[in-house]
């Protein structure tokens, strides 16, 4: 797996006022960081704060000590009184070791095939969601250093953890590498509708294990495969419907058919 310059996933360019670019120590964090902050000055006011910050690892996405694309991902809203940002920054070694122990998981379960392993990891600088997947496209994954999500957790909405994030992504991916397996009766037998389905439910535990789930058929496949591979393929008791023990065992089965190396069922 190779890491990629950030800014080759997010191509907006954020037209503000000129830049100013400084080093800070981001408090709870390991190492320095290279910031770039904006501001919009109104014409009252006299003097101008920096509320917008791009954060950028130093040595990281800086690389051949060259300066950085100023149009590299998207500023983040952060007030300049305090203390420190109010959301972690995902930095490549926590993302090396989110990764480690996931591509474990998959290879005990025989999921990393040669068309998985393809797939590539993306460290980008901002994001909304906690992580994509470019499905349909080049079949890779994206994760942004900082989050709007992530800060959802100060809200007292329930955040989402790297590790949880690779394993749900690493779904999608497996679906876009492995579309004959999913594109079948099998899948919709399974989960009560075709695997492209853009219809949104209403959340009911019984049906879904998470309220994500509810979204369409797709995340709810994604998230019912995160929860199969933390949880070594045990159904934890607050699934045991007969919804999620059809959804569990099509996981089951996506296994032992890419172990077998199938294309369709």
């Known amino acids: 797996m190779r890491w990629k310059k950030a800014g080759e996933c997010l191509k907006t360019v954020w037209h503000t006022s000129a ?27 006299s003097t101008p704060t920096f509320p917008y910050f791009l954060l950028f690892p130093q040595g990281k996405w800086n690389h051949n000590n060259s300066r950085p694309a100023l149009n590299a991902g998207l500023p983040i809203f952060l007030s300049t009184k305090q203390r420190s940002p109010a959301m972690q920054i995902i930095n490549l070694a926590r993302l090396n070791r989110a990764f480690s122990t996931v591509i474990e998981e998959l290879h005990f379960w025989k999921f990393y095939d040669e068309k998985l392993s393809k797939v590539e990891i993306y460290l980008v600088p901002f994001g909304l969601p906690h992580g994509w997947q470019n499905y349909g496209s080049n079949h890779d994954i994206c994760i942004p250093a900082v989050s709007m999500s992530r800060l959802a957790k100060l809200l007292g909405f329930q955040a989402c953890g790297l590790t949880d994030v690779l394993r749900h992504e690493f779904a999608h991916a497996l679906a876009d590498t492995h579309r004959g397996l999913f594109h079948s009766s099998v899948f919709t037998d399974a989960f009560g509708d075709t695997h492209s389905s853009k219809i949104e439910y209403e959340y009911d535990p019984f049906y879904f294990v998470s309220s994500y789930a509810a979204k369409n058929t797709s995340e709810c496949y994604a998230d019912v495969f995160m929860f199969f591979v933390k949880y070594k393929g045990i159904l934890p008791a607050r699934f045991d419907t007969l919804p999620i023990r059809r959804q569990w065992q099509f996981i089951k089965r996506l296994s032992s058919a890419i172990k077998q190396g199938k294309s369709r069922w």
Do not use: D, R
Request: net charge positive; hydrophobic share 50%.
């Open 19 to 45: 830049p100013k670019i400084f080093h800070v120590k981001l408090h709870g964090s390991i190492g320095h960081y290279l910031a770039i902050a904006w501001v919009h000055k109104p014409l009252m006011l």
